[in-house]
């Protein structure tokens, strides 16, 4: 069982930078496949950034280049450094956690906006 506890969105303007963060409960992190996604208004959850525990990272188009996924395993601690963003970013980010079933945290909004 693990548990995700999400933070770091907020308001920012067009070109900015925001860094989530998320940690996680249980005592195997290192196993899991930790990465966000993120839901905009009347669209579906859709993937950002995966990161698996021996750091092979996955990105989605949209964000490659600036976002960079990150984690620590000691400190059960994955990061989504957001750079360049756009007001199509704008949307709830959930902090995600795989391993045999999907865990998700509770999520947190990021709005880009002048």
């Known amino acids: 069982q693990v548990q995700l506890v999400d933070s770091g969105g907020g308001l920012v303007q067009p070109g900015g930078s925001l860094r989530l963060s998320c940690a996680a409960s249980?005592?195997?992190?290192?196993?899991?496949?930790m990465g966000w996604y993120r839901q905009a208004p009347g669209k579906q959850r859709e993937l950002v950034a995966t990161i698996t525990g021996g750091g092979y990272m996955n990105y989605a188009y949209s964000v490659k280049g600036r976002f960079t996924i990150s984690r620590d395993n000691a400190k059960n601690t994955v990061s989504l450094q957001m750079n360049s963003l756009k007001p199509e970013d704008t949307a709830v980010y959930y902090c995600?956690?795989?391993?045999?079933?999907?865990?998700w945290g509770q999520g947190t909004q990021v709005t880009v906006s002048s």
């Open positions: 249980g005592s195997t992190f290192s196993v899991y496949t």
């Open positions: 995600y956690a795989n391993y045999r079933r999907a865990y």
